[in-house]
T-cell receptor, first 118, second 111 residues
């Protein structure tokens, strides 16, 4: 199997606070993890690519100082939304790929985290 | 920059009908094309993955085809069921393992 979990599944926070979202690959080691954002009735947009032991690569238009990504181990990547504002409210989904086979196997997606900033 | 479009945006069919969902992409330099299912408020479930060298893949009532040269993929669902109701997303895998997602097709299968 290839299971990816996310925690928390849902979070509500006040504007100005920081929120950390965890993404774990439960039964495989993931050298690469990806973070996506999905606004209501829109498709997934890649935010950043996270490689274990190195700095994340952010997509154009994504503020790296606002969305801090840490991939400290082969099974865990975290996304911290710093000083969250209402416009950061969204559905955040992570995915992970098995090492050595990114072109042949699908990315395995977590269940998502719904963030609501009041 | 890769752009992926899905048509139609929404589709409603009666139970039992066969249906086709369309996906088009602008950059044919892809490694694979994937189809996902997303239920409301949930994550993604991988349905089918077609390698760039392949023409189609089948899983149960689902069949996906790929025509890389024309930048098109289709997902065929046979004998649709109410449980098939969901949003279907296609995604093209390009360089640096980046997936570019389509806009999605919201499918509703009615009794």
């Amino acid at each position: 199997g290839a299971v990816v979990s996310q925690h928390p599944s849902r979070v509500i926070c006040k504007s100005g606070t920081s929120v950390k979202i965890e993404c774990r690959s439960l039964d495989f080691q993931a050298t690469t993890m990806f973070w996506y954002r999905q606004f209501p009735k829109q498709s997934l947009m890649l935010m950043a690519t996270s490689n274990e032991g190195s700095k994340a690569t952010y997509e154009q238009g994504v503020e790296k100082d606002k969305f801090l990504i840490n991939h400290a181990s082969l099974t865990l990547s975290t996304l911290t939304v710093t000083s969250a504002h209402p416009e950061d409210s969204s559905f955040y989904i992570c995915s992970a790929s098995k090492p050595g086979t990114p072109m042949k196997e699908p990315q395995y997606f977590g269940p998502g985290t719904r963030l609501l900033v009041l | 920059k890769q752009e992926v479009t899905q048509i139609p945006a929404a589709l409603s069919v009666p139970e039992g009908e066969n249906l086709v969902l369309n996906c088009s992409f602008t950059d044919s330099a892809i490694y694979n094309l994937q189809w996902f299912r997303q239920d409301p408020g949930k994550g993604l479930t991988s349905l089918l993955l077609i390698q760039s060298s392949q023409r189609e893949q089948t899983s149960g009532r689902l069949n996906a085809s790929l025509d890389k040269s024309s930048g098109r993929s289709t997902l065929y669902i046979a004998a649709s069921q109410p449980g098939d109701s969901a949003t279907y997303l296609c995604a093209a895998l390009g360089t640096a393992s980046k997936l570019t997602f389509g806009t999605g097709t919201r499918l509703q299968v009615t009794l």
